[in-house]
């Protein structure tokens, strides 16, 4: 019998073998792919690094801005992860891998051979689902030169959202609103990516790819270098995780369980600070029954999720506005999944109260009304 057994070596699955094989525990590890270089873009702020060296950061962005109706400087480093450098200070060593793609019974197999049974196979270990119901986020990106990116970025650099509707002609854009997410990734190359950070169901990638071109068009952006661009990146994240209950019998981590934020879709951090505290947990016999138990700030969340999902465009422009005039600590309790409820309380209220009153009719009647409705 193995001590724990960890299924999925994403950065939740790996962050958590990891620690419990440094514990001293007898770790199994299953993973499709088990030595694969993660695939997506990662982001953190400074100080969530915590005790990560600087190796791990692929590139920091010191000045990252916000800009809405204006432009807001964000007060706080933000940093692209170097993916490889991350896996290789989170080893594997003594840690048994098997090669395998594990369905549902499969997992709840497993407690035949481990003490301890984690799901870390991601929001949809099935591959993504057509035609999927569920909120997410999706994003469509491409990676081009400083030199290409320049006029996206207007002298920014980086953007953590820019919200101007220049994604589209229309005076008056039917929603969802999208944003445009600018970071620079070290060695002269930039992601320029559109993103919807939340709509039921997701805002389609090719949709995405169409406001993108039209906005960095507008913006001068050479676009025979969006069209074939040095990488392209695709992101889709269930903001509710998997949304169902974990296998019966193991622990569900990431966002196989409920460790994104259902507001912004950050899981990274989140799964990265928790993996040593569990991993003690199990290691000493006393592993939870629940790995992120529902709390009063998932209700919070919650709220503020209902209100993305059904914000018109100008209303959530208007959101933002409200986030990127706060204080920095308000914005980090909004944006972290470690808040608790009374901090991101604080913080959605501050966001309200500097919110014109024809925006704060619209996020009233967003929170407690019916959602937009997308035309064909």
């Not at 950061?57 to 809405?68: E, K």
């Not at 709840?108 to 993504?128: I, K, Q, T």
């Amino acid at each position: 019998m193995y001590d724990v057994a960890v299924v999925g070596l994403g950065p939740a699955g790996r962050a958590l073998a990891s620690r419990c094989a440094a514990h001293g525990a007898s770790v199994l590890a299953v993973d499709p792919r088990p030595s694969a270089v993660w695939a997506p873009t990662y982001g953190i702020w400074g100080e969530e690094l915590g005790a990560l060296p600087e190796r791990v950061v692929r590139h920091r962005v010191r000045d990252p801005q916000l800009r809405a109706r204006g432009q807001h400087s964000l007060g706080r480093d933000y940093l692209v992860l170097d993916n490889a450098g991350l896996q290789a200070e989170l080893p594997l060593e003594g840690v048994s891998v098997r090669r395998d793609r594990l369905s549902d019974a499969r997992v709840a197999a497993l407690r035949a051979e481990a003490r301890v049974v984690v799901d870390a196979r991601g929001a949809r270990p099935g591959g993504v689902v057509v035609d999927d119901p569920a909120p997410a986020q999706t994003a469509f990106g491409v990676v081009v030169s400083e030199e290409v990116a320049a006029p996206a970025l207007q002298g920014a650099e980086g953007l953590l959202m820019d919200w101007r509707n220049d994604w589209t002609d229309d005076p008056e854009p039917a929603g969802p609103a999208t944003f445009l997410y600018g970071i620079p990734l070290g060695e002269g190359r930039v992601l320029l990516e559109e993103t919807c950070l939340a709509a039921a169901p997701g805002l389609p990638i090719e949709e995405l790819r169409r406001r993108l071109r039209h906005r960095l068009g507008s913006r001068g952006v050479d676009l025979a270098a969006v069209d074939s661009p040095l990488e392209r990146e695709i992101v889709r994240i269930p903001m509710r995780g998997r949304g169902a209950p974990p296998v019966e019998g193991t622990l569900a981590v990431g966002v196989a369980g409920r460790g994104g934020h259902v507001v912004t879709g950050y899981s990274m951090a989140h799964s990265l600070g928790m993996a040593d505290g569990l991993a003690r947990s199990i290691v000493e016999g006393r592993a939870p029954e629940e790995v992120d138990p529902r709390g009063a700030d998932d209700l919070v969340r919650e709220v503020g999720l209902r209100a993305l999902l059904r914000l018109d465009v100008p209303g959530t422009v208007e959101l933002f506005e409200g986030f990127g005039r706060m204080p920095v600590e308000l914005q980090r309790a909004f944006m972290s999944r470690d808040s608790g409820s009374a901090e991101l309380v604080r913080a959605m209220w501050e966001m309200f109260e500097v919110m014109p009153v024809r925006a704060k009719a619209e996020l009233v009647r967003a929170t407690l009304g019916s959602p937009w409705r997308r035309t064909p």
